[in-house]
């Protein structure tokens, strides 16, 4: 029988009654050193005593009006992201693929308000993850996630990711944008390189295509920048962000140059729930914490930190990690057992982490995370890597061949 909650998701059987810092309680008693973080959205770990004060308060004031009036705390978040951002101006939305989908009209929008009505085509990669909207699973791509649901929304192309080539082959007169992650997250945390993402900039200006940049992971501080292109010295015309921006509070945003945002004037975009006083509240509470002096450093710090215990383990543990990647504080880690023998291993030594695609563990701990907490992150790995060794041939088969 079909359970009251509908099972679109397999669950571990665990559930948490609170949290502090990176730290999980879950309601039989254990606690969990807790590195999927709401998968990369507990920006601020758990129960961070100012988001927690700021959402008390504002929900005891007003949580909701619409977008009928004038949002103060809006305003207020907007204003700070356009002055540490490329942007110019920002929509905010309740997710990630809300925030993609906007961002595509806009691009689509902003090539017909120049004159480009035949611009429509997007340009994406192989491996994105957009989300799960129609349009989204059709910019995704994923014929695993597109079955069933219909004839696949059009005017989305993929080519091969990180390959300037293949971009530059796609593009045609129709095309309106290229769209990526800067660092695939949930195809295995594959980074961008930093001269492809440039090369794609010229190529973009060169074209009159629009360079959108899908930051729900990669943005909000997660890799050590406020967002990711930042390490390459680029700028996109377009950006979702999502994830860590609300810090577990659902909130999107839409992030655009003046050029592409002029296209969307009233009555062409809405969202009823979008950017209303309680989400913005929790928002701007989460930018007091990471706009602060020195906690970009603090995040690189720990990142740093965590990359040479991580290359430790991968050169100790060949049986079972194959390879360390990722940008900052989004980790991946490609395993050589099944990934989720590894992270079913992690848990029962008591660490959370989220699987990605390419048999990768995926390490994304909140960015508050202390020195100790990333020392006994990697400690528990250690205990995982001893369990699996002790497990018996056959439940621990390899699905990848060790790397001479
Ligand atoms: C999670 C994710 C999304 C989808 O976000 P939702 O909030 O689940 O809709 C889109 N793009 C990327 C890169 C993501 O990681």
Redo the contacts with the bound molecule.
């Keep these: 029988m079909i359970p009251p909650l509908m099972p679109t998701y397999k669950r571990a059987d665990l559930a948490f009654e609170r949290g502090e810092g990176s730290w999980l309680y879950a309601s039989d008693g254990r606690r969990f050193l807790d590195f999927a973080a709401g998968?990369a959205t507990c920006s601020v770990g758990h129960a961070h005593p100012h988001l927690v004060e700021t959402i008390s308060q504002q929900a005891g004031r007003v949580m909701h009006v619409s977008n009928l009036f004038r949002i103060p705390q809006a305003e207020k978040l907007a204003e700070r992201l356009v002055a540490n951002s490329f942007a110019d101006s920002v929509f905010f939305c309740n997710?990630?693929?809300?925030a993609?989908e906007g961002m595509v009209k806009m691009a689509r929008r902003a090539q017909m308000l120049a004159g480009h009505p035949e611009r429509t085509e997007i340009i994406c990669m192989d491996g994105a993850?957009?989300?799960?909207t129609l349009a989204m699973l059709s910019a995704t791509g994923n014929p695993k996630y597109l079955e069933g649901f219909g004839t696949p929304v059009g005017d989305f192309v993929h080519v091969p990711f990180n390959d300037i080539e293949a971009v530059k082959a796609a593009i045609t007169p129709r095309t309106a944008a290229v769209m990526l992650?800067p660092v695939q997250?949930?195809s295995g945390i594959k980074c961008a390189s930093v001269d492809y993402l440039r090369a794609l900039r010229a190529l973009c200006d060169q074209t009159g295509v629009l360079l959108a940049l899908?930051e729900?992971?990669s943005g909000v501080g997660r890799t050590g920048r406020l967002f990711a292109h930042q390490w390459a010295g680029i700028t996109p015309d377009v950006m979702s962000t999502?994830?860590g921006l609300g810090g577990g509070f659902p909130i999107?945003a839409i992030l655009a140059t003046e050029t592409v945002a002029q296209a969307m004037t009233a009555g062409t975009h809405g969202t009823t729930f979008g950017g209303n006083p309680l989400a913005c509240a929790a928002a701007n509470a989460v930018l007091d914490v990471l706009l602060a002096p020195g906690f970009m450093d603090q995040i690189c710090t720990r990142a740093a930190l965590l990359d040479t215990l991580l290359d430790s383990l991968v050169a100790d543990a060949p049986d079972i990690f194959a390879q360390r990647r990722g940008l900052g504080l989004l980790i991946g880690l490609r395993c050589v057992p099944a990934v989720g023998d590894v992270q079913a291993a992690a848990q029962q030594a008591g660490l959370l982490c989220v699987t990605a695609g390419d048999n990768v563990l995926r390490l994304v701990p909140p960015l508050t995370v202390t020195e100790e907490d990333c020392r006994k992150a990697v400690a528990m790995l250690v205990q995982a890597v001893t369990a699996l060794r002790g497990t018996p041939d056959n439940k621990n088969k390899p699905v990848l061949e060790t790397t001479p």
């Design positions: 998968i997710s990630g693929a809300e993609n993850f957009h989300g799960r992650e997250g949930e899908d729900v992971q999502a994830k999107g």
